[in-house]
């Protein structure tokens, strides 16, 4: 059964109305940390500094809490991208999408290996027209534990780094009021399917060391949600990560390996690492 064509541009025009809703609500964004002060594409790699100290920070279910239910809107919206953009019905758009994402890490991958898909237009309707911003709010606590890191002078850098494309991601920490406090964004490039990498593959790991200046894993701290993901970090090299489970969330991508410290909320930072809060 495929989705009328109808039906198709009628989701297009939906989707286009709250893309222009969430642009213009964050242009008018105007409270600390609602500005994006790194660089977020470097024209040069900074060469790597077996010195520096950097503390990796994932974005999604991490910086803000997965009881937001973000994701569940996320996964509706890339439903809705196989159902309208490919034609598919409910079923067999949910079991295509369970499919690409066991064997891809991401949906979008899959779609761009073995239907063309443009990965612009994926991203906009997927993750640009998510009303984020009747979600996310300024988390002032959270601020002052960024602030505080900072200003004990522990870690050089604080780097985000994270399986979203660019726009969904600083779009969450400029909603957060927290865009100012980092170094810089290790995101996925959406725009290259053979060469897209993601967590927890070692190689996102590596790009992320690259793009940062780390010169040795040993000198990282590492924060995420996914227990997966948190595995590749300590297999790395990493020797303090921490996977934050929220209360009555299960985490489907990997329990919590061994060797790893839990928290129930990113705002408990300094009870992981009271080390770089002295």
Request: charged share 25%; hydrophobic share 35%; glycine share 6%.
């Amino acid at each position: 059964m495929t989705i009328a064509t109808d039906a198709c541009n009628e989701q297009r025009i939906r989707v286009y109305r709250e893309i222009k809703k969430n642009e213009a609500h964050l242009d008018a964004l105007n409270y600390p940390g609602s500005k994006v002060t790194f660089v977020v594409d470097q024209e040069t790699l900074p060469k790597p500094d077996p010195n520096l100290k950097v503390f990796f920070f994932d974005i999604d279910n991490c910086l803000y809490p997965s009881s937001t239910k973000i994701h569940d809107l996320m996964s509706v919206s890339i439903i809705d991208y196989f159902k309208y953009q490919l034609g598919l019905d409910e079923e067999h758009a949910k079991e295509l999408n369970r499919t690409y994402y066991k064997h891809y890490g991401l949906a979008i991958r899959g779609l761009m290996l073995h239907h063309g898909i443009d990965p612009t237009d994926y991203n906009m309707l997927v993750d640009d027209a998510l009303p984020l911003q009747d979600i996310l709010k300024p988390n002032e606590k959270l601020r002052e534990v960024l602030i505080k890191m900072r200003e004990c002078g522990k870690v050089d850098k604080l780097w985000l780094f994270t399986n979203a494309y660019k726009n969904h991601a600083l779009r969450c920490v400029r909603l957060l009021g927290i865009a100012d406090l980092f170094d810089g964004i290790t995101y996925c490039d959406y725009k290259a399917a053979e060469s897209m990498i993601c967590k927890p593959d070692p190689a996102a790991f590596e790009k992320a060391k690259l793009e940062s200046g780390l010169g040795d894993y040993r000198n990282a701290y590492y924060v995420d949600d996914s227990g997966s993901n948190i595995q590749t970090g300590l297999s790395v090299g990493i020797p303090k990560c921490v996977h934050l489970v929220e209360d009555k969330v299960l985490d489907v991508l990997g329990k919590t390996p061994e060797g790893s410290v839990v928290i129930k909320n990113i705002t408990q930072l300094p009870l992981a690492f009271p080390e770089l809060f002295e």
